[in-house]
């Protein structure tokens, strides 16, 4: 079974494999679906080869594993066009190993995929406030998702919660992907999840119940369609009006917010893409080093060009806070909400 997914121009996503790993990306990004003869720039396989290939000698191949499940992730040469990558996973449930490989190698992949057709995969959130396109840049666990998912229940467009593209000319596109929601949503996003399906929300709940018998052990993130939330998928592009970085610190006190450069966004940016590529560096090593890197220089110079002239805020918040007084005090200050 094949599809394709544009992301944007001359970002195409072809995937491979059995009906269950092709359906699984579809649930993903089924909003930019296309023909899926559409010139890829990138090609996942998961399972056998496409068409039958055999994946080539020239291939790296790394095995690992997550708790439960494992994956052996196999990358092509990056040097050729279109970027490819086999992957394989084992364990249970199999939707968890393919959703950390999504995380992990399918969209990092993607973000190199994205600098050759002129853009920037960021690990962001976007968010139409009343004064124009917020853009949240953030690391993993900083709160993106809970402020998108509270944002969209007040009825605000979002444009992605974790990931959103971006070109030289500061054109931000939405990016479809389901939202990430673990249990404390019910107390980080009250309202937001009163709105969700009440199954939804039973599964949210008896997530919450596993992640405590199991002291943390079993504690993966629900996806979530947009829609639940009143979410729809508007492709045209926005331009920025301001700019946050947000960094949940363990030596603050209370919620800062102070002025920032546009070199300083652009350093966060990269310490957040250079964080998400992690596993894939790891996977492709000393072969991959370059191209990453050459990456990185690319991205810096796609991002100080699509942010010249946007407002950025440095927003730091204490790491000890509750994720109900963070999340709330956070979009506060963000201009999202009234203050509590």
């Known amino acids: 079974m094949t599809a394709a997914f544009a992301f944007a121009p001359g970002l195409v996503l072809r995937v491979a494999g059995p009906s269950s790993a092709v359906a699984q990306l579809r649930s993903e990004y089924g909003p930019c679906e296309v023909a899926d003869d559409a010139p890829p720039a990138l090609d996942i396989v998961f399972g056998s080869p496409m068409s039958g290939r055999a994946t080539p000698p020239d291939a790296i191949g790394v095995t690992g594993g997550h708790k439960t499940v494992t994956w052996r992730i196999t990358l092509g040469n990056p040097a050729n066009e279109p970027l490819c990558a086999w992957v394989s996973t084992g364990g249970w449930p199999a939707s968890f190993a393919r959703s950390l490989v999504q995380g992990y190698v399918v969209e990092p992949l993607l973000s190199i995929a994205a600098v050759r057709s002129g853009h920037v995969l960021l690990p962001g959130a976007a968010i139409v406030a009343d004064d124009g396109l917020l853009v949240v840049i953030g690391r993993s666990r900083a709160g993106k998702s809970t402020i998108a998912a509270r944002a969209l229940a007040s009825g605000q467009r979002v444009l992605g919660d974790d990931q959103v593209l971006v070109d030289a ?18 107390v980080a996003a009250p309202t937001a999840f009163a709105r969700l399906r009440p199954g939804t929300r039973r599964v949210l709940r008896l997530r919450g119940v596993v992640a405590t018998a199991t002291g943390g052990f079993v504690r993966p993130s629900l ?14 592009p926005v331009l920025a009006t301001r700019i946050a970085l947000v960094e949940r610190r363990a030596d ?3 919620i800062a917010v102070e002025p920032a450069t546009t070199e300083r966004a652009v350093e966060w940016a990269r310490q957040v893409l250079v964080e998400q590529r992690e596993r894939l560096a790891s996977i492709g090593g000393a072969t991959w080093r370059p191209s990453l890197q050459a990456t990185a220089l690319a991205e810096a110079d796609l991002l100080l060009a699509a942010m010249a002239g946007t407002l950025v805020n440095a927003v730091v918040v204490p790491a000890g806070w509750s994720a109900a007084e963070g999340i709330a005090r956070t979009a506060a200050a963000l201009g999202l909400e009234p203050g509590p």
């Open 223 to 236: 996806a979530v369609d947009p829609g639940e939330l009143g979410g729809t998928w508007e492709p045209e």
């Open 169 to 186: 000319a500061g054109r931000w596109r939405p990016f479809p992907r389901r939202l990430r929601f673990y249990p404390d949503l019910a």
């Open 252 to 254: 603050a006190v209370t």
